[in-house]
């Protein structure tokens, strides 16, 4: 088994509220980060695939299929979008660092056909990140 | 769903290493240049691996806020800036960052429950780290398939 990872960026904006909170817990719980108007990162994100090398081309997935799929079903959704009012599936759940690796994850996992997903993994900044390996 | 959320922390700190258990030569040649007597410091960045489910209502395997207070607290003002050699865990065992990343561990392993904790990575400088993720047979990160 051969792991590959793929790197890509994207800048987007978000803020992070819960409608059954009071305002005051909206406030406390997110803090800075439930100001309505939002906030923007400089995402980085790493998609790693695993698989067997395929002794005809040596890959494990053909990098070019894997960067449109990325381009296609990540980039051009959520890059320079304001998360919580763009991307369907922030209209009823909180953009976090997690939930976004999950969209991704859910986003690319069908895509994919010669190699399996192992890991999204997704920058917030370079201090903060989140793994999804796709578990339950 | 279980996410992994993994935050890094830097401080600043002095030690030298240093075995009583050597002599003086043995000390030299194990230790190089980290044996003067007069210590050196690095820039230390940590590495903290959580993971949990991510809670439904506020979208996070944790709350940052919690964790970075803990942190703060518990790890940083404890080895910010401090000679690692005076401090009461260093006493008997040397501050390598092998055994200072298992301190770590060992801290917030005992004092934060708001989420499991995976693994400490500590970076002693940029070409040197060190993962300790408890006392079972694990590597950590280097463990590829998660739940094994």
Known sequence: ?136 | MKAHLSRRYLFSASHRLHSEAMSEDENKSTYGKCNNPYGHGHNYTIEVTVSGPVDDKTGMVCNLVDLDGFIEREVLARYGHENLNTLREFSQEVPTTENLCIQIYEIVQRGFHEAHLERVRLEETMMNSFEYAGRAESAGSFDREPGQ
């Open chain 1, 1 to 136: 088994m051969v792991y590959l990872t793929r790197k890509a960026e994207f800048s987007a904006s978000h803020y992070y509220h819960n409608p059954d909170f009071t305002p005051e817990e909206n406030r406390r719980v997110f803090g800075k980060c439930n100001n309505p108007n939002g906030h923007g990162h400089n995402y980085t994100l790493e998609v790693t695939v695993k698989g067997q090398v395929d002794p005809r081309s040596g890959f494990v997935v053909d990098l070019k299929q894997l960067k449109e799929i990325m381009h296609r079903e990540v980039l051009d959704a959520m890059d320079h979008r304001f998360l919580n009012k763009e991307v369907p599936e922030f209209l009823h759940r909180i953009p976090t660092t997690e939930n976004i690796a999950i969209a991704i994850w859910q986003r690319l996992a069908a895509k994919l056909a010669s190699a399996k997903l192992h890991r999204v993994r997704v920058y917030e900044t370079p201090d903060l990140f989140v793994d999804f390996f796709g578990e339950l």
